[in-house]
Structure formats: C-alpha cells, structure tokens
C-alpha cells in the first residue's frame, strides 16, 4: 500500500469508517513518552479519518445546502476526531508534488549548504530571530526529547515595527526578521510563494466553515469589522491577516538516525521523528509524501490511527486555539511522527519522509478566548481568560520547544 490512488483510498477510507470511540484521551504527555512505542497501533486500523470536501466553500455559487452538508461533516469529524481529510480544495495535485520534491531537493544538499540559512537566536549578532530559518537534526525538541526531524520555518512576514534586538544594533527580536529562503534549488522561493497564496485561500474558506459548523449565526453587516462579534464570521474575521507557519520537514529514517550530541554522537532507538503533541494553533493543512504509517493520530481510547496520505488531500487538524475558542467542544488532538524506514516507497529506498505542514493561524493580535455559546454548550467553565495569539506564539517560541502539549495556557 505504498503509493495511493485517490478514487481507491476514498472508497476504501469510506467503507471502512466506524463510529467513534467513547473513552478519554489521555492528557498527560509524560505518560505517553515513557511508553514510547508500545501504545497499541489501533486494529490495524479499521477506522479511516473522515474525508471531507471543501468545494462548497470556494465556490461562491454553492448552494446553501452544500454549505450545510460540508459545515455538518466539520463539525462531526472536529468533535470525534480533531483531524480529517480535506479534499475539493483546488490546489493541483501536480502543484503538491512539486512542493514535496522541492523539499526533497532542498534536503539532499550538503549540510554547509542548508547551514547558509541556518536559524540563529534572537539577538544574536548573526541577526537571527529565534523564529525562521533552518534548524538541523536534533535541534527541535518535543516533550524534552530531540526530535529526528530537520526543518525549515517560514512565517508570515513581520508587518509591525521593527525593533533592535536586545544585542544591540543589528540584532533582531524574535520573529521580526525575515523570510530565509535557500538559493536552492531555485525556483523554490517562487513555488512555495505561491502555494503559500493557494493555501491561504484554503485556510480561509476552512475557517469560515468551521464558523457555520458552531451554528454561530450568520453575522451582522454592521459588525464586518469588530474581531469580538461571535457570529459564524468570528474564525474568518480573526484569520484575516493570518499568522501563518510553514514548516518544510525532512525525517530520516529512525534505524539509521544518529543525533549528534555534545559529548559526540550516540542512537536512540527509541527516538521519535516527532514526539506526540499538539498543534498550538488553528488549523493545520498538511501534505506529506506518500511514505506510510509515519503519522499517527490518538484515538479517543488512546490508541494510535495511522493517518496515512490520500494522495491530492489534505490531513487537516484543528489547534489548541480552536480548542480554546470553542471552550473544548472541539478537541485539538495528539499526533506524532514515526519514520522507521521499515517500509514504504521512501523507506525501502532507505530515504527521508518529507512532509510541508502550514499552519493556518489567527493574526498575531487576535485576542481569542472562549465563544459564549461553546462556553454554555460546552456545559463547563470557561477554559482560558483570552489571550492574543501572538502572546501565545511568543511563548512557544521562548520556550524553545517548537512543539508541546497545552498544559502551558
Ligand atoms: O509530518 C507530519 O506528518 C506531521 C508534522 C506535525 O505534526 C507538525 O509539524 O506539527
Ligand atoms: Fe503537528
């Protein structure tokens, strides 16, 4: 089952659905690394994610009963699961190809190379802004473990007032610094501007969905502009300037991995690509090679569920603002990265699996805090007083770990 064929994993995704599990996710983090591996796969697993079509809300001449269905669909898939397919979204198969070989390219160069782009801290005198750039093997930690994964960060570009770094002058503060785009190979700057433009546009119409799906209420012409209003507007409104992340991730094989450490190199057998977390976000569009069995996703019974790539869909997952917003009707769910290069189109060659997640975020002054009516609905305290987005990226991005539970809010 290496490389699949969209009309084949649809059908096959949708004849095996099961209903829902009914048990808690497990919260605690800790928990979940000390077990490592030995977490159940789910049976093999007889529920796919659910598979979603968007085109109802990029088509301005949808009809309001589509809009119904598909809202409906999001809401189910966020409730049970926190992740679904994303299809109908208009981005050309061919054009997510490029962007994976791209990556691809990009990470078989020599390390001096990738280095030129390399992510320094924010105010240092190599003018790094702790945000953007490459980081090497090893460097991102998940849950106080290194992650077996190298990556590059792109953010949406600082629109504020740049300020001096706290080095003094030619020092840059954290995440005002720009893009850094790598000379190679060299149409990538140009492919991935525009992906980033086409996925923008998916965001968005993903968004207001998921505002129809809350059955907010449709909104007020007068409130356009009051990023307060809770109508079904209220996601769209506040992702209007989103402040968005895109993350191009390349994760050798764990068999073969060495992490370089301090005193030398050691391997760690029991090492993750990525370490089971959440997405601190909104909303999370991933693409990824067609390598299998890499992305698992919890099930409410703590099991894991590969959530193997359609070819030419989306896996899409809601984040802790999402989370925060609708005061825990909807769950941002943990998931985790396991490339062992024991199988696969990519593993059998002994390669790397190469995934672009971009996260679709609030704008950077959104202030988000519980919707009164999920608050009510939810039948629970409200789960956070409300922050501004950018607070709350702030504090990933001090805390130095790029991904983590949200034990923190
Ligand atoms: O590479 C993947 O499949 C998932 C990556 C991920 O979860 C993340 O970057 O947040
Ligand atoms: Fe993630």
């Not at 109802?56 to 397919?85: K, M």
């Not at 020599?110 to 490459?134: F, L, T, W």
């Not at 990538?188 to 209420?217: C, D, F, K, N, P």
């Not at 402040?243 to 991995?257: D, E, H, T």
Request: charged share 20%.
């Amino acid at each position: 089952m290496a490389v699949y064929d969209m009309d084949d994993a649809l059908s096959t995704a949708r004849s095996q659905h099961v209903s829902k599990a009914q048990s808690k996710q497990s919260s605690n983090p800790t928990t979940e690394i000390s077990e490592r591996y030995n977490r159940p796969i789910a049976a093999a697993q007889e529920s796919g994610l659910p598979i979603i079509d968007i085109s109802s809300y990029l088509d301005p001449n949808s009809s309001l009963e589509a809009r119904q269905t598909t809202a409906q669909a999001i809401n189910a898939a966020c409730v049970n699961y926190g992740f679904f397919y994303l299809t109908g979204h208009g981005v050309p198969t061919a054009k997510l190809d490029e962007i994976i070989d791209l990556a691809r390219q990009f990470f078989a160069l020599p390390i001096e190379e990738k280095n030129k782009i390399k992510r320094y801290d924010a105010g240092g005198p190599e003018g790094g802004d702790s945000a953007r750039g490459y980081q090497g093997l090893g460097e991102n930690v998940t849950g106080g473990l290194q992650d077996m994964q190298e990556a590059i960060d792109f953010y949406r570009p600082w629109s504020g007032v740049v300020e001096q770094g706290d080095g003094g002058p030619g020092t840059r503060k954290t995440l005002q610094g720009p893009n850094l785009w790598p000379e190679k190979p060299v149409s990538l700057r140009a492919e991935y501007e525009a992906y980033i433009a086409q996925v923008t546009t998916v965001g968005r119409a993903l968004v207001r969905a998921m505002g129809v799906a809350l059955s907010l209420g449709a909104a007020d012409p007068d409130n356009a502009a009051d990023g307060s209003a809770e109508d079904e507007d209220v996601f769209a409104r506040n992702c209007d300037e989103s402040f968005w992340v895109m993350r191009m991730i390349n994760y050798p094989p764990l068999s073969a991995s060495v992490v370089p450490a301090a005193n030398g190199t050691h391997q760690d057998p029991g090492q993750f690509s990525c370490g089971a977390h959440t997405d601190y976000g909104c909303v999370t569009l991933l693409l990824a090679d067609p390598t299998p069995g890499a992305l698992q996703v919890q099930l409410k019974d703590g099991t894991w569920l590969p959530a193997d790539p359609i070819r030419g869909a989306f896996v899409v997952n809601i984040g802790d603002m999402i989370e925060r917003w609708t005061n825990g009707m909807w769950k941002s769910t943990m998931h985790r990265v396991i490339h062992r290069g024991d199988g696969g189109v990519n593993g059998a060659q002994g390669g790397g699996r190469v995934s672009v997640p971009f996260f679709f975020e609030p704008n950077f002054d959104a202030l988000v805090r519980p919707l009164g009516k999920c608050v009510r609905e939810s039948g629970r305290e409200s789960v956070h007083g409300g922050s501004t987005y950018g607070e709350h990226l702030l504090t990933k991005v001090f805390s130095n770990f790029y991904y983590s539970k949200r034990t923190d809010w």
